[in-house]
């Protein structure tokens, strides 16, 4: 499982208060595989993240506690990314030639 993948999955259900909403948002992705994202982030966490019933869409404890941090990991995943996309000069010097 791509972990940044499920973060930034997790995240939109969030956001959009719900696991179809988040599957529209993003686009091509079907809601099983939304839901699959989900379902996998919980068994590797160990813990459930949201309380699900029929009427109401709402984060566990670890939930909050998952997307405040989740949040930050990709803010800053995005901005390394960023960094490296942009114009850079290598700092370390490399040595090439016959001895």
Known sequence: MNELH???VFCQ???MEGFSQAATKMGASPQPSVTYSINQLEKQFGQSLFKR???RFSLTSAGER???TAQEILRQFDQLKNDMS???EPTARTAAGLR
Do not use: I, M, N, P
Request: charge should be positive; charged fraction near 35%.
């Open 6 to 8: 499920a973060l930034r």
């Open 86 to 88: 942009g114009d850079f």
């Open 13 to 15: 259900v969030v956001e």
């Open 66 to 68: 998952c997307y405040r």
């Open 53 to 55: 019933s029929t009427r």
